[in-house]
């Protein structure tokens, strides 16, 4: 597991530095924040298991075809879900009241940023850009 870990790391510190960037805000939203806030929202929970899912089955991916645009499937696959349930609670978000109201607003908008990206990519590889 080390070796997969170091082998991701070392893929990513080959990418732009914006890349990284990106995937350490989705980290600190998504994962960091989701910890925060699950003890007080349902929503929060659903961030952490769809992040999870998503950071598990990539791994897996990652360590039977390395570094691939194929890699966005795990995020279309659990935060695709995850989402669509986020909206459709929106009328619960509570933003000007509650901090996790707040960051369910982050949230949205990370995932929806992240889903681009990884939807072009999964269907550019799909067409054949490896």
């Given amino acids: 597991m080390n070796d997969l870990l170091a082998a991701w790391q070392s893929d990513v ?3 732009p530095q914006w890349v990284q ?3 350490d805000i989705m980290v ?3 994962g960091g924040f989701s910890i925060v806030f699950s003890l007080v929202r349902v929503e929060a929970r659903w961030v952490l298991a769809g992040f999870m899912l998503g950071a598990i089955t990539m791994l897996g991916l990652y360590s039977q075809i390395g570094y691939s645009r194929l890699l966005g499937l ?3 696959i659990f935060w695709t879900p995850v989402l669509v349930y986020l909206l459709r609670r929106r009328d619960r978000w509570r933003v000007k009241e509650t901090w996790s109201g707040k960051w369910i607003i982050l949230a949205v908008t990370t995932l929806t940023i992240s889903l681009v990206f990884d939807y072009t990519d999964v269907i550019r ?3 054949g850009a490896r």
């Fill in 13 to 15: 510190a080959r990418q």
């Fill in 21 to 23: 960037h990106w995937l």
């Fill in 28 to 30: 600190i939203i998504l």
């Fill in 74 to 76: 795990a995020h279309v």
């Fill in 125 to 127: 590889w799909v067409l």
